[in-house]
């Protein structure tokens, strides 16, 4: 078999998959332990080459097993190995009925796609996540950086640096104020469901995982009240948009630019190369989407989501089911 549970420590794990690729938080070990907090399990295949790697967050569901790998797999995978990873993660999680979903963070191809569907993946009914993001490149210095932000972004930013807000590195943040800017903007905005990133322990715990991995900004007035926040994941020379809320009045002082320029300024200190901003809708999310491509953002397209399921009869009812279920 192409694929094998991968033995190693989670640093282990860590330096494969940076090695492989990975961009995005997903398949890290830092990631695992945090979901691990909520009832996942975690399970690591490494391809017999070296050239591939996935982790899997697995739990059961009755009768049924779900293994489910954001940002899966990395690095190099064949047709075939891609048509054996559905039988190696039955034999890692010990169920013959299982749904396994990938979120496949390699660059949209037409080649890619189609090497999928011929393994016997198919698109699911509903995505879990979006598939396209903006991506900026990172230089070391903030001038330069400042040289890709659209006009109407470097004035907010200037409107909001006229303000007084300033912005720094939160070394120590309280996570309580994290959590209710969260519940804030989730109560602003119908679209927006805050999840764990409104629960303090839910924090603590994602700190405490990610570590030095995280970087986390704070954009404050004069007064020293905290109008936004802002943090990143690392991830090799990548920096990854991880959280990100502002109060009603950080809106209108343009907090969330101030924010932003100091986080994109720390991560590159901190030897990024490129900037993830951690997925778009610009149809449903206009808003949201203009900051990110005013910020310097250009458009990417992942290759997205594919399930397969053992046995195949009962995809369709479990394709819709999953999607409600299943969160990154």
């Not at 991968?6 to 998959?17: E, I, K, R, S, Y």
């Not at 190995?81 to 010990?94: C, K, N, Q």
């Not at 932000?149 to 309280?174: E, F, H, K, M, T």
Request: hydrophobic content about 40%; charged content about 20%; some cysteine.
């Amino acid at each position: 078999m192409t694929w094998q549970p991968f033995v190693g420590t989670p640093a282990d794990w860590d330096n494969l998959v940076i090695r492989l690729g990975a961009r995005t938080p997903f398949q890290l070990s830092a990631w695992a332990r945090f979901r691990e907090t909520f009832g996942w399990h975690t399970r690591r295949l490494a391809s017999d080459d070296g050239l591939g790697a996935v982790q899997f967050l697995t739990r059961s569901v009755g009768p049924l097993g779900v293994a489910w790998a954001a940002g899966g797999p990395v690095g190099t995978s064949s047709a075939d190995s891609l048509r054996e990873l559905p039988t190696a993660v039955e034999h890692a999680v010990g169920r013959r009925m299982l749904y396994t979903r990938i979120a496949d963070h390699h660059p949209f191809s037409n080649t890619r796609d189609e090497v999928l569907r011929q393994a016997g993946w198919s698109r699911p009914h509903r995505d879990i996540v979006t598939n396209r993001t903006l991506v900026r490149q990172l230089v070391l210095t903030g001038s330069s950086l400042s040289g890709d932000y659209s006009s109407n972004w470097s004035r907010n930013l200037r409107r909001g640096q006229q303000r007084n807000i300033s912005a720094d590195v939160w070394a120590s943040p309280d996570l309580d104020t994290v959590a209710r800017l969260h519940r804030d903007v989730e109560n602003s905005k119908k679209s927006f469901n805050a999840d764990w990133r409104a629960q303090t322990e839910a924090l603590c715990n994602v700190v405490s995982c990610f570590g030095d991995k995280l970087l986390l900004v704070r954009a404050c007035n004069p007064a020293g009240e905290v109008m936004a926040i802002r943090a990143a994941i690392i991830v090799g020379a990548h920096a990854f948009d991880f959280l990100a809320a502002t109060s009603a009045e950080g809106r209108r002082c343009y907090a969330s630019n101030v924010a932003m320029h100091a986080l994109l300024v720390a991560v590159s200190h901190r030897g990024a190369t490129s900037y993830d901003f951690g997925g778009v809708d610009p149809r449903t999310n206009k808003g949201v989407f203009d900051f990110k491509h005013g910020a310097g953002g250009l458009e990417h397209r992942y290759v997205g989501e594919f399930e397969i399921t053992s046995p195949r009869a009962i995809r369709p009812v479990l394709s819709k089911l999953m999607a409600l279920r299943l969160s990154a």
